[in-house]
């Protein structure tokens, strides 16, 4: 098990191999969906993003809502496959890791290679176990989505898996 | 028979204790069926995912939180009795009301759009619900509910067969479905099929199935033998526990059939994930 504090640098990156078993401490912004489609369209509009995204890892999650006296309700990863379309353009602009669950498209992969990005997968389904390791969450853009907003977590020891190194890599079976 | 009164606030009061407790007390079928999992799984990233989720399912039910994010669209299968008078409401508002009460008052997700294509707004109480109701004798109204998340529902397919494909036919399209999810959709899952009928019966069957409970088996051997034959087929496949490898992809395969037309052979599967919320109640 490695101990990995974010924000993620490059020799970290390095080190990291499909297979690693990881607790991840420290910063994460959250995103899926709707927030994809966003952030995408601003990038291809040449407009600015809300949320500065360079050096970032992105957690998937839409999280339920938090019950009184819990920071974040009950927060799994939601499958990657469908940020594919857009993540290569947030990997230019300087997303170094990602978060989810399920396989990647090959143009993922050949961007993350490109650009020294590690994509981390969570347990899918094991959504109120992850969350006693998310201690705080603040919306940082685009309320209005609800779940979907763009969040910042501060995680002490989240669990992961590196399912796709920044080498091309990958422990999913296809 | 004598006719029976039922107030629509007792109706909404059940749907929304129905929805709270499927959502954080896992079924017995698949708590057992992790724990066996567990047990006979033969990778060991498979068996810490395995005993994770074992640790979800705890800490859900101890918290009573959600045992995933996703705490689905809400689908109902409903038997409502002949003999049933309801008073002071209308059935379906007393059931959409109360699904809107469980994903407000138990912090389920509310995770349905009001517009499939342009709008796409959150309806913020995870309505409408989906209802199949038929009208059965007697006095009494049974609800099977099931909570749908769609990691899984996107790896779902219906395909009309024709009667030449025969049983090789049906069962090279359950295997390549569930091939073509892969990883993705929360794997052990439970996978769901629906034979026969038309096109939307197949499907609302295979929904049926994924809500059956996975220690049960079809009345009919040849295809209770199926269901036995495709689960070793599919766990064959490799993927394992989270899509990580190992040698539990799938917890159980349920199959519900229908007649069907001389010139069809209608296959659906709907895939579910390993936290199938499934709970059956009686008014």
Same mark, same amino acid.
């Given at each position: 098990m490695k101990r990995i504090q974010l924000p993620l640098t490059d020799e970290t990156i390095k080190d990291l191999h499909a297979g690693d078993s990881v607790l991840l401490t420290g910063s994460v912004i959250t995103g899926r969906d709707a927030a994809h489609k966003r952030l995408f369209e601003l990038i291809e509009q040449g407009k600015p993003l809300p949320v500065s995204i360079e050096g970032e890892v992105i957690y998937y999650v839409g999280p339920a809502p938090a019950k009184p006296g819990h920071a974040v309700g009950p927060a799994g990863p939601t499958s990657s496959y469908r940020m594919d379309k857009y993540t290569p353009a947030l990997l230019d602009r300087g997303l170094k890791g990602m978060i989810g669950k399920g396989a990647r498209s090959q143009e993922v992969i050949d961007s993350m290679v490109k650009n020294g990005v590690v994509y981390f997968a969570a347990i899918g389904g094991a959504a109120a176990l992850i969350s006693r390791s998310i201690r705080s969450a603040e919306i940082l853009a685009y309320e209005d989505l609800g779940t979907e907003a763009i969040y910042r977590f501060e995680v002490v020891d989240f669990p992961a898996i590196v399912a796709i190194d920044a080498a091309g890599n990958s422990v999913l079976v296809k | 028979m004598d006719i029976r009164t039922i107030e629509a606030a007792e109706i909404t009061a059940a749907v929304r204790q129905l929805f709270m407790d499927m959502n954080y007390y896992i079924g017995s079928d698949i708590l057992h069926a992790l724990e066996e999992a567990k047990e006979t799984e033969t990778s060991e990233t498979g068996k810490s995912v395995l005993s994770q989720l074992l640790e979800n399912h705890r800490i859900a039910s101890s918290e009573e939180v959600p045992i995933c994010q996703d705490t689905g669209m809400a689908v109902l299968f409903i038997e409502y009795g002949d003999h049933v008078v309801i008073e002071n409401g209308s059935f379906e508002d007393a059931v959409q009301e109360g699904v809107r009460r469980a994903y407000i008052d138990g912090y389920l997700r509310k995770s349905v759009v009001d517009d499939p294509v342009f709008d796409r707004v959150n309806t913020k109480d995870n309505t409408p619900a989906i209802l199949y109701t038929t009208i059965v004798k007697g006095n009494t109204i049974k609800i099977l509910g099931?909570?749908?998340? &769609?990691?899984?529902?996107?790896?779902?397919?219906?395909?009309?067969?024709?009667?030449?494909?025969? #049983?090789?036919?049906?069962?090279? &399209?359950?295997? %390549?479905?569930?091939? !073509?999810?892969?990883?993705?959709?929360?794997?052990?899952?439970?996978?769901?099929? *629906?034979?026969?009928?038309?096109?939307?019966?197949?499907?609302?069957?295979?929904?049926?199935?994924?809500?059956?409970?996975?220690?049960?088996? $079809?009345? %009919?051997?040849? !295809?209770?033998?199926?269901?036995?034959?495709?689960?070793? /087929? =599919?766990?064959?496949? +490799? !993927? +394992?526990? /989270?899509? #990580? *490898?190992?040698?539990?992809?799938?917890? +159980?395969?349920?199959?519900?059939? &229908?007649?069907?037309? =001389?010139? +069809?052979?209608?296959?659906?599967?709907?895939?579910?994930? $390993?936290?199938?919320?499934?709970?059956? =109640?009686?008014?």
């Open positions: - | 099931g909570c749908k998340g &769609f990691g899984s529902e996107n790896m779902s397919a219906v395909r009309m067969l024709t009667p030449s494909a025969g #049983l090789e036919g049906v069962k090279q &399209f359950i295997l %390549d479905t569930v091939h !073509y999810a892969g990883p993705n959709p929360c794997p052990p899952i439970v996978v769901g099929v *629906g034979i026969g009928g038309t096109f939307e019966k197949a499907a609302m069957l295979a929904k049926k199935a994924t809500l059956r409970p996975i220690n049960t088996h $079809h009345a %009919d051997q040849r !295809y209770a033998e199926l269901e036995d034959e495709l689960l070793t /087929a =599919i766990n064959r496949m +490799g !993927y +394992g526990p /989270a899509g #990580l *490898g190992g040698s539990c992809t799938a917890l +159980g395969v349920n199959i519900e059939t &229908f007649p069907t037309h =001389i010139a +069809g052979m209608p296959v659906a599967v709907n895939i579910c994930c $390993h936290a199938a919320r499934h709970k059956e =109640i009686e008014i």
